[in-house]
Nanobody, 125 residues
Framework: QVQLVESGGGLVQAGGSLRLSCAAS????????MAWFRQAPGKEREFVSY????????YYADSVKDRFTISGDYAKNTLYLQMNSLKPEDTAVYYC??????????????????WGQGTQVTVSS
């Protein structure tokens, strides 16, 4: 049974940093795509970043490019999202996701089969 468990969320002032973690278990993610999505109150779930577990194909949404960094520790089966220069508009619940499938649109939430429970990130102005 695949499990994804996020942690690292919290309250931070604008301009600050947080690092989210996603501990994965129950599956060998060697060739899978891992991603971060976020959902703000009253808004649809939004793509943030993805990477292939091997480290290839890293991609970011324009809204977080140059501020967020996705990475993975294969030995620990853990995905990370380093978030710097945080803005109030980054406030959302952040979700980790995984899939063994490949699609031309890896930014779509519909491609991902496994999801974590989410971790709240709140950025105050």
């Amino acid at each position: 049974q695949v499990q994804l468990v996020e942690s690292g969320g919290g309250l931070v002032q604008a301009g600050g940093s947080l690092r989210l973690s996603c501990a994965a278990s129950g599956h060998t993610f060697s060739n899978d795509f891992m991603a971060w999505f976020r959902q703000a109150p009253g808004k649809e779930r939004e793509f943030v970043s993805y990477m292939r577990w091997s480290g290839e194909y890293i991609y970011y949404a324009d809204s977080v490019k140059d501020r967020f960094t996705i990475s993975g520790d294969y030995a620990k089966n853990t995905l990370y999202l380093q978030m710097n220069s945080l803005k109030p508009e980054d406030t959302a619940v952040y979700y980790c996701a995984a899939t063994s499938r490949y699609s031309a649109i890896m930014t779509s939430s519909r491609v991902y089969d496994y999801w974590g429970q989410g971790t709240q990130v709140t950025v105050s102005s």
